[in-house]
């Protein structure tokens, strides 16, 4: 039986500067949480209804994937209006409601944005095409004549994340820069109107009350001078292993220096998170530093597999990196753009496991909708309901993004499991009904009773949350044992029990620990030691 003795611990003082330094943030994918109208498809008004589920939970603040003005060719991150919320998801005054009523349970809102790219449909886009080339509104784009005799080559060689050459030809023949989708022209960040435009949208949101933002392809804005060829194929292959000239690039620091003067502007510790691939730890800091953003997805943590010794390097270089910005760290295990990590692991008990591991760690932590549920990734969604755009490209990526952005089981034993009365826009598994939140709330042995007892104690003691190192203790190949003050968390990562004295009193196990002295098998304990 999963044992805890969270109640006996003592409550937090509340008192630790910068709460995004030891937040639990929950991420919500709006078209999968919860439908409000019946059309199958989630929406702000179904979020603001389940707001006190996420209090109950425990997060400390909710970060909302786009919801703005779209056509939706890839999910909502190609905006046509950054001001505007998409019809499908509800009105501006729908917006206006879910801040409010989180600021009210307690909740933080984080609002998704993206600065590298728009839609086709955007009015500056649109506009930039009908005033044809050599206009200044090109200029806010990356329009250029193409190569070849007549200039029906691109531009240069450079790849479109999606698969495919990174340009496209409009009908007077100059072509335009989209690192993603066709429909997804890159802005030019060079000009200052593009800019004074972003600034702009940061206060918009910021008066609407908003805490942060979560910022997309935030690695991506700044292009090398000259956009030069990379000069090789299978350039997906290089992401994150190289400053690239169209990703990482140092120009794109001073602008989130600009970022942060706008973000101080206003009381209540609103903040930045970097979506930014980089090279190494290191790269990544370098958004983090005093000046600049407050979070990084930490993405070489959420890459490590579940092998003890390659979890310890990667905890220590994610912890050595960014001590010296003062950063805090976040750990993250899946998102809208990867698989489960019950799936990638293998099984709900080593998922278990990460969990409790990951929420030991010092720093922040990020929670995607549905892995409080333990929910695996949908597999064998048929072809014909697929929607990420990347699964129509050739040699782009594995376009199989679909899987993990299934709506998630609330209630009943058939689908869509409460989550709306019209369907859902994916179709859930059957055997997601015994993995609803109705069927696993007050079962102590569920997943879900296992991230609101994680998160109570976290919460609740002192040596939990913010922090930038561990002590690690002695301990056999494939366990990882480490202190934080008078917390220790013990980790097996092999399928075999290893004998380990207990150094303490149990307060959450990940699964059954019949003998404190025994170290079950893909399982991590927190004792109070």
Excluded at 200 to 207: A, E, G
Excluded at 410 to 435: C, H, I, R
């Amino acid at each position: 039986m999963t044992q805890h003795l969270a109640d006996a611990l003592p409550t937090s003082t509340g008192t630790q500067p910068g709460w995004w330094r030891e937040a639990v943030i929950y991420q919500v994918y709006p078209r999968s949480f919860a439908d409000s109208n019946g059309d199958g498809m989630g929406d702000l008004e179904g979020i603001r209804s389940r707001l006190p589920y996420l209090k109950e939970l425990g997060v400390d603040a909710v970060w909302l994937s786009p919801f703005y003005a779209s056509p939706q060719a890839d999910a909502g991150y190609d905006v046509a209006d950054y001001r505007a919320i998409d019809p499908m998801f509800g009105t501006l005054h729908d917006a206006d409601a879910v801040i409010r009523e989180a600021h009210e349970l307690g909740l933080r809102i984080i609002v998704d944005l993206v600065p590298n790219h728009c839609s086709d449909q955007h009015e500056w886009f649109k506009q930039a095409l009908r005033e044809g080339p050599g206009t200044p509104l090109r200029e806010r784009f990356h329009f250029r004549p193409g190569q070849g005799e007549s200039g029906e080559l691109p531009p240069n060689d450079w790849e479109s994340i999606f698969g495919g050459p990174a340009w496209t030809r409009v009908a007077d023949g100059e072509w335009y820069l989209h690192l993603f989708a066709p429909e997804q022209p890159d802005f030019n960040w060079e000009h200052p109107a593009v800019q004074d435009e972003f600034r702009s949208i940061l206060r918009f949101w910021l008066d609407l009350g908003a805490d942060g933002f979560r910022i997309d392809v935030a690695h991506g804005l700044v292009k090398a001078p000259g956009l030069p060829d990379l000069g090789r194929d299978e350039q997906l292959k290089l992401l994150g292993s190289q400053v690239l000239p169209f990703f990482d690039q140092d120009g794109v620091h001073e602008i989130y220096r600009s970022w942060r003067l706008v973000l101080d502007e206003y009381a209540g510790d609103r903040i930045g998170v970097a979506e930014a691939w980089t090279p190494s730890a290191d790269r990544t800091a370098m958004y983090l530093r005093p000046d600049e953003l407050h979070q990084a997805f930490n993405f070489h943590y959420l890459n490590t597999g579940w092998d003890a010794e390659a979890l310890r390097a990667t905890i220590d270089e994610s912890l050595d990196s960014m001590r010296p910005v003062g950063a805090p760290t976040t750990w993250v295990l899946s998102n809208h753009d990867v698989v489960r990590h019950r799936t990638r692991f293998g099984t709900l008990e080593k998922a278990r496991a990460a969990a409790l591991l990951m929420l030991a760690l010092p720093g922040s932590a990020y929670v995607y909708q549905g892995e409080e549920l333990g929910l695996p990734e949908v597999v064998d969604l048929p072809d014909e309901v697929r929607q990420d755009p990347s699964f129509f490209k050739a040699n782009g990526q594995d376009g199989l993004r679909d899987g993990c952005r299934v709506p998630i089981p609330w209630s009943g034993d058939q689908a869509p499991y409460g989550f709306g009365t019209g369907g859902s826009w994916l179709p859930q598994p059957a055997e997601w009904a015994g993995l609803s939140v109705e069927a696993q709330t007050g079962d102590p042995e569920s997943t879900l009773e296992l991230y609101r007892s994680a998160l109570r104690v976290r919460r609740a003691h002192p040596a939990l949350g913010a922090g930038d190192g561990v002590e690690w203790l002695p301990a056999p190949a494939g366990v990882l044992a480490f202190r934080r003050g008078d917390f220790v968390c013990t980790v097996n990562t092999t399928d075999e029990p290893v004998r380990l004295p207990a150094p303490g009193t149990v307060l959450l196990a990940s699964g059954d620990l019949a003998d404190p002295d025994v170290l079950p098998a893909d399982t991590t304990v927190w004792w109070q030691g």
